[in-house]
């Protein structure tokens, strides 16, 4: 059985969960005792996790679908002080979507590279960035050790006013890597740049 990488802290010693009245099994019974799954329980609502962590013991793998519909703009900076910062951010209102991508070592707000995009490519980007597990990162990933290096944030706001908010200093998520690649994708696709 393939293990899905805890997201908080990294371990690959994680387990699916399993919600409802499970039918048991000697099948069962030995993913349990290989902590290949756990009992949720037998309450199922829409946002359960669907993985727990055998290392640091949190759930994670909430389902974003409400979360996405709910999104309304996310804003992902990264950079530092000798390569500069760049941003991507994405906005939608009720009528259309845009993205922005702001250059390092921009001058002005003229820089900006921006363009409309339709619904489902908004709802695609969103859900790129969500499948990143970002619902499950910490608030906040510092290395006080280091002085300059990378700095970033992600910055997700909803329709409702409520907002997620992540930031970081020469430290990661375990998924980092996975959000770059997603960051670099849409720098090609939409904005023809190699990053």
Known sequence: MSRQTCPRCGSRNTAIIIWGEPVFSKELEQQL?????VLGGCCITEVDPTHHCNQCKKDFGVPT??????TNE??????????????????KDLEVATLTYMPPF?????????????????STFVHDIYSCYVADWENRYDNELILDGVQWSLDIKYFD???????????????WDKLMVVYKKYLKKYFHIQA
């Open 74 to 91: 996310i804003n992902f900076n990264v950079g530092g002080f000798f390569n500069g910062y760049s941003s991507l951010s994405g906005i």
């Open 161 to 175: 006013g409520n907002s997620l908010k992540i930031y970081g200093s020469n430290m990661f998520s375990p998924y």
């Open 65 to 70: 679908t409400i979360l996405e519909m709910k």
């Open 106 to 122: 921009h001058k002005n707000e003229e820089e900006k590279l921006k363009l409309n995009i339709t619904g489902e490519e908004w």
């Open 33 to 37: 005792n290989n902590n290949e799954v």
